[in-house]
């Protein structure tokens, strides 16, 4: 039998290692450092997967039969293509699994219509053990349904099969890399409309989904997204109104050439990167959509269809998609600013004259770095403010171009006095090594792009 590279064997690790001098004990078993992605921090790595995060961390896994609304689970059932088949009138119904010739075979649920029978909560344990052990891919997404109150995202593509019916790994990617970055676009709706947001509250916008699960129907053309209520539920609306805003502006565009619904649907949501997603999701297909689906816990969020139609598109959408993408980066303009910073990079080509520093962002814009030009005597005042640990203040304008990561047009750079605590703080992060490297470097910045 094989066991893991850093399991001691034969109760090796209890006691001295017989190979070692005495005194000397052996180290501990290596574990592979993961690589961080460009311009983000390394994190201390334990060797044990990161835990879940948002409501999904206390659902406990299955859901809990006492907790489960009747009503909800026939409404998920329902949703996810399980027949009703009868049962006793007024106290319980029959349920089959999706697909031709499951009837009398296979798994069969009995759901009661309420709790107002003594045995609800027993045929409630039984229908969702009988879920928990059905091979249908359907019942897993039921169970997810129940053990967070969540709205469901679905994106499919039509796309030529591969052996077996399945699609090759880059499809699959494709869909994921196209779903995201629609998810993402409606993160960054909810706390701005603009035509392109660039650099500006990504962060902010892709920490909020993080309680996102999802799961890839079988033959690997579908994807659906669970995205819990609490708190997701912003982003679900703000997408459904872009989606369908998106559509209608497509629409216009292809019957009278004009662009102008596209500037209107700002205020809907789309924006440039809600076009480059649903360019990723299109393109290499021969069509493809979106549907969003209600918690049924939750109910119909205000202003909002009951039942949202599906919103498709074709490869003949693709130039409207991308004109428009287009015409957002180009006419968002740019944004005045007072920003302070931490000095965390200078370079210029000679010992005088003006110089680029970049900043690591502390407040005054919804970005994490920004690189800005300064004069003479400004990129000397950056640089003693940095040796010093203090952080500058600098007001300018934070252009559009290159993704809101460039500051022009400065002035007023001074330094910020802060206290003695904070300073120390500002000084150890300058030394951190997703910070220090190449402090004067003369390379790229992955994220200046």
Known sequence: MHRPIDEPENGAGHGP?????????????????????????PGHWTGVPAAPVGPWATAGGDPDPGRVDPRVLGALLARHG?????????????WSPPGPGTSGRGTSLLVPENRAFPDSDDLIGEALTALAHSADPSAREVLTGLAVPSDEIRWWRDVPPGPAGA????VQEQLRSAARGLLLAGALAVRDRAGYHGARHRRQAQASLESVVVGAAPGGRGLTAFLPVDPGRAVS?????A??????????????????????????????????????L?????????TLEWSPAAGTPAGCAARPEPVEFSPGDLPALREAGARYLNDEPSVPVRI????VRMRRSGPRGEGTVRLRVLAGAEVGHVRATLDEEAYRTAGHAHLVGLPIRVVGRLESRGG?????????????QVDEAERDRLMKSLHDPGEGRGFFDEGTDPEEG
């Open 340 to 343: 302070t910073g931490t000095v």
């Open 82 to 94: 399980w027949r009703r088949r009868g049962g006793a009138a007024g106290r319980y119904s029959r």
């Open 17 to 41: 290692d017989p190979l070692l001098p005495p005194g000397h004990t052996a180290p501990p078993p290596f574990r592979p450092q993961p690589h961080p992605a460009p311009g983000e921090l």
């Open 404 to 416: 809101f990561r460039r500051l022009t047009d400065t002035t007023g750079v001074v330094p910020v």
């Open 282 to 290: 299109v393109r290499g297909t021969e069509g493809a959509g979106i």
């Open 243 to 280: 989606l369908y805003a998106t559509r209608e502006a497509v629409d216009y565009q292809r019957a009278t050439g004009g662009m102008e619904a596209f500037d209107t649907a700002v205020q809907a949501g789309v924006s440039r990167e809600l076009t480059e997603a649903l360019v990723a």
């Open 167 to 170: 699609v090759p790994w880059p």
């Open 237 to 241: 609306v703000r997408l459904y109104h």
